[in-house]
């Protein structure tokens, strides 16, 4: 990664807490040309700096069932459910699957849902390579796009000859908010 660069000196302008304490212009890979302001209390504000990368989950499927067709999937330690609520607008980035043992046998095929419709570019498929226990796949950055109070969940699907039931995959997505 190149390194962000300064085009002007820091401009002093506020002492209070929420006050603007300085603002610098930027070029060079930064997220965004122009300004970027930072309060006194250290926070970047949002309309110059793109979002932070937050992986949400884990949901857990255990002891998961052979022949299930997009099986909405519990977050971990909520029994009843399925999705998590998203505070910012963002996007959905990422989904990785880890099971616990190796598949041995069958198909697994996990979605992220965006408000309880499968997200058709973030599937994983996982197969019975050997010693393989992680599967994930990506996409760039705005291709699904949330909103403040959209929902995140996740939706599996084996086939009859899945195995082991116990290899007890565990899913996280990640999101830019």
């Not at 700096?49 to 067709?69: D, I, S």
């Not at 058709?120 to 599967?135: D, Q």
């Amino acid at each position: 990664m190149a390194r962000k660069t300064f085009s002007a000196p820091v401009k002093v302008v506020g002492a209070s807490a929420t006050a603007t304490v300085f603002e610098v212009a930027t070029s060079g890979d930064s997220q965004s040309a122009g300004t970027v302001v930072m309060t006194a209390d250290g926070d970047l504000q949002s309309q110059n700096v793109g979002g932070m990368k937050v992986a949400l989950g884990p949901w857990v499927a255990t002891n998961l069932a052979t022949a299930q067709t997009l099986l909405a999937v519990n977050a971990a330690g909520v029994a009843t459910s399925p999705e998590i609520g998203v505070p910012y607008a963002g996007s959905v980035l990422a989904i990785a699957v880890c099971f616990q043992t190796r598949m041995t046998a069958g198909a697994f095929d996990a979605w992220a849902t965006k408000n309880g419709t499968t997200i058709a570019t973030l599937k994983v498929s996982a197969t019975t390579i050997a010693g393989a226990l992680v599967f994930k796949t990506s996409q760039n950055k705005d291709v699904t796009t949330l909103a403040a109070g959209d929902r995140i969940g996740v939706k599996v699907t084996t086939s009859a000859a899945y195995a082991p039931n116990t290899a007890d995959p565990s899913v996280v997505v990640v999101v830019d908010q």
